[in-house]
């Protein structure tokens, strides 16, 4: 199999990546219209960590992670590995010897599709990863693919330069052309919703913050006393 290695792809702005850092997943996805998200079982190796970065891409056979040792080399200072294998694959293709070579290039973690290993070396060193599954299993270096290409992770494209944002919830994909539209989108939200805290705090319900009361009983949603809805007494 050939491939390609797609060197200096356009990213997004380094000040529109800081700012997407200021907030969670959550708050990101539901800032682009609940979209973006990578699946649920794309999932932290340690707790209480959130990083922001632009993506650098690869695509491996399963089982093979030759593709990761080259693609270190187009890895720089704010970027997060991004690794899919060409059908479903749960080898451990990441390990602490990769992280070590990537945290010295100012790589802030890993996304990949696959399996992770070596996750106590990684707490240890402060190298944050998400992975589909963890594994001992170990790999060739034997078949070629492609870095910084387009990506599919459960049905979401991930570009090289496009921005990741990971924290405990999972990982969101920005778009690089809209990093900026949706920082700003993502800080009123977070404006809102402190204001909703605020009011939670003093007391009110969503019941009434939200309205919600009329869409109660226009879906016909009665209440009833415990007598009422039992019979009890009568």
């Not at 720089?76 to 990769?98: A, H, K």
């Not at 060193?125 to 459960?154: C, E, H, L, Y």
């Not at 924290?167 to 919703?193: F, L, M, N, W, Y």
Request: glycine share 12%.
């Amino acid at each position: 199999m050939g491939g390609v290695i797609v060197t200096n792809p356009p990213k997004a702005d380094a000040k529109d990546v800081e700012a997407l850092a200021a907030f969670g997943v959550a708050t990101v996805s539901e800032a682009m219209g609940r979209t973006g998200l990578l699946g649920p079982e794309i999932r932290p190796v340690q707790q209480g960590v959130r990083v922001a970065g632009t993506a650098v891409t690869v695509l491996s056979w399963p089982g093979d992670n030759l593709m990761i040792h080259a693609a270190v080399e187009q890895c720089g200072e704010g970027d997060i590995l991004v690794v899919t294998t060409t059908s479903p694959c749960t080898d451990g293709l990441f390990g602490e010897l990769f992280a070590t070579a990537l945290q010295q290039r100012g790589v802030r973690g890993v996304v990949i599709n696959t399996g992770i290993r070596d996750t106590q070396e990684l707490r240890d060193m402060g190298f944050a990863g998400w992975s589909r599954a963890v594994s001992s299993q170990g790999t060739v270096k034997a078949t070629g693919g492609s870095v910084n290409v387009p990506v599919a992770i459960d049905g979401q494209v991930v570009r090289p330069g496009d921005v990741l944002v990971a924290d405990d919830d999972g990982v969101v994909v920005v778009p690089r052309e809209k990093a900026r539209e949706i920082a700003e989108k993502s800080e009123a939200r977070e404006a809102k919703e402190a204001a909703t805290r605020a009011a939670f705090v003093a007391g009110q319900l969503g019941l009434d913050r939200y309205g919600l009361r009329d869409t109660l009983k226009r879906l016909g949603v009665e209440y009833k006393t415990y007598e009422e809805y039992t019979g009890a007494g009568s």
